[in-house]
């Protein structure tokens, strides 16, 4: 039986009951927060394993909620849940630091595998130091860190996860299906494309210019290289 937690974000009472019943059946713990502002205070307050959080809510957007949590170095996973119509807000809410998204309306088992993959820890590696450092990129481990210079670096927790991936297995040319295994915890591959945005991402925070990465490299038809 699993005792994790997970803060359920969302202002329509329907979904909530229902939502919070399902997650309630699987084992999980669910708190509830039906605005921005209620939100922020049971995440920071700790004990919090996952957060599902709705982009449309009363007083504080989730998009705003997902960029304090990560300016505050909180590195909760955060499963975000958009309408159809909000593709921006998808995008926009992956940027700001969300590890996944699912679009309104969703299958609920598509929700529970997202879920379990966002609470499924990546397996521990033993060849990990307490600290990196290449270049002006500075990674503590410890306290989940990252700098450029003397800048500090917002990632999502799957980015740092990714990032630490790279790092671990630096020279070594990996594949998509391996990051998703080994990052993203899925066993069977429901897509790969989604390995490509989260790199993006990295290059995006981590590359002097992104469009000429010279960190994490682009191996043809293979997958990807860390040259850091
Ligand atoms: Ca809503």
Redesign the pocket.
């Known amino acids: 039986m699993n005792n994790k937690k997970i803060l359920l974000v ?3 009472p329907g ?1 909530v009951v229902t939502l919070s019943d399902r997650l309630r059946n699987e084992g999980y713990d669910v708190e509830t927060a039906s605005d921005g502002k209620q939100a922020l205070g049971r995440a920071s307050a700790g004990d919090v394993d996952l957060i599902i959080l ?5 007083f504080k957007s ?1 998009l705003d909620v997902c960029r304090d949590l990560r300016s505050q170095n909180v590195t909760i996973p955060i499963l975000m ?1 958009t ?1 159809r119509s909000q593709i921006v807000d998808k995008v926009v809410g992956l940027k700001l630091g969300a590890d996944d998204y699912l679009t309104k309306p969703f299958d609920m088992l598509e929700l529970l595998a997202r879920v379990e993959a966002l609470l499924r820890r990546p397996a521990p590696s033993g060849a990990s130091n307490a600290a990196y450092q290449s270049g002006t990129l500075r990674v503590d481990f410890k306290s989940t860190t990252v700098w450029r210079d003397t800048q500090k670096v917002m990632l999502s927790a799957r980015e740092f996860q990714l990032l630490r991936y790279f790092i671990e297995h630096r020279g070594e040319t990996i594949s998509r299906e391996e990051l998703l295994k080994n990052v993203w915890g899925y066993e069977s591959t429901p897509n790969t494309r989604t390995v490509d945005v989260h790199v993006a991402w990295l290059r995006q925070k981590l590359e002097d210019d992104p469009k000429h990465p010279r960190l994490i490299l682009t191996v043809q038809g293979l997958g990807y290289r860390f040259a850091g």
């Open positions: 969302e202002d329509e979904l709705d982009v449309m809510l009363p989730g849940l309408a």
